[in-house]
């Protein structure tokens, strides 16, 4: 039996009737969403709560979207530098979401939004993850009790 993992969401996006919209459904969906208004309280987020799926914003003060995605990305402290992201953006033009690929989006929902595909895509790429986590998990467990078998035990160094 697998435990179930609440899948987190960390929505970056500076108008915040936007963002708390957005943060109100996902949690509807039974997601834990962090918030963020800019790409530099984004990134204090995402070290600090490492989720599953960033949703970001392009246009935002401070650091915008793409700053925010080459943060993450360029983060070496943990496996969480490849979490699944999301651009939720104005900026649909064929340019932009070329822009977002190169910089490693791993997708793009144009504003305004269409809250069941966000859904969905977020579904999706949350579970995703999780399966990918869980699979890595159970290998390095798996890794460990073949060392703990195989290595002598302490009490044959005891003295």
């Not at 179930?4 to 108008?15: F, N, R």
């Amino acid at each position: 039996m697998s435990e179930e993992i609440k899948a987190k969401i960390l929505c970056v996006e500076d108008e915040q009737d936007i963002r708390e919209n957005i943060a109100d459904i996902l949690r509807d969906e039974g997601f834990e969403v962090f918030e963020a208004k800019n790409g530099k309280e984004g990134f204090d987020s995402f070290l600090k709560n490492k989720p599953h799926l960033v949703i970001s914003d392009i246009m935002m003060p401070e650091v915008d979207g793409y700053g925010l995605l080459k943060l993450v990305r360029e983060d070496k402290t943990s496996r969480n530098s490849t979490v699944p992201f999301i651009f939720l953006t104005a900026l649909g033009q064929k340019d932009n979401v070329i822009k977002g690929v190169k910089l490693t989006a791993n997708d793009y929902l144009v504003k305004p939004i269409d809250f069941d595909l966000m859904i969905a895509k977020a579904k999706e790429k949350t579970s995703n993850l999780i399966k990918v986590e869980q699979s890595h998990d159970k290998n390095i467990k798996n890794i460990k009790s073949q060392f703990s078998n195989i290595l002598p035990s302490k009490e044959l160094f005891s003295y």
